[in-house]
């Protein structure tokens, strides 16, 4: 099972992200309440770890990244497209504080996995 790092940032105030905002794709994602706290559950199909970003302020966690079509070369055309290519961004708002919270993320098969623990809590 691979595990690869993802980007965090605990941020008081966000740039705008006007371009995220204007992409017309959005991650589905599931949510989870756990006995020790929640698991966040992403759909990335197609999204480089590289690309991937997480933030928390408050209890909005934000992810945000890109997804880019890599396989049209100089000599194709399309002929027809639906999957979204853009920079995507998703908040999810929780019940309880994310910022403080403990975070830990897993990327496997293009699901990213966000496990939070409330402060405090030992796992």
């Known amino acids: 099972m691979a595990k690869r790092m993802i980007r965090w940032t605990h ?3 966000l740039p705008a992200g006007d371009a995220y905002q204007q992409s017309g794709w959005c991650p589905p994602v599931d949510v989870y309440r756990l006995r ?3 698991l966040i559950k992403f759909e990335l199909a197609g999204v480089r770890p590289e690309e991937i970003h997480l933030s928390a302020c408050g209890r909005v966690l934000t992810l945000r990244g890109a997804r880019h079509d890599w396989v049209i070369g100089e000599s194709q055309s399309c002929y027809s497209m ?3 290519y853009n920079r995507f961004q998703r908040s999810i708002e929780l019940p309880c504080d994310v910022e403080h919270a ?3 993320s897993e990327y ?3 699901m990213l996995l966000v496990r939070i623990s409330p402060e405090g809590s030992k796992s």
Do not use: N, P, T
């Open 108 to 110: 496997r098969d293009g």
């Open 11 to 13: 941020a008081v105030s």
């Open 102 to 104: 403990r975070l830990e």
């Open 36 to 38: 020790d706290g929640w």
């Open 82 to 84: 639906e999957i979204s």
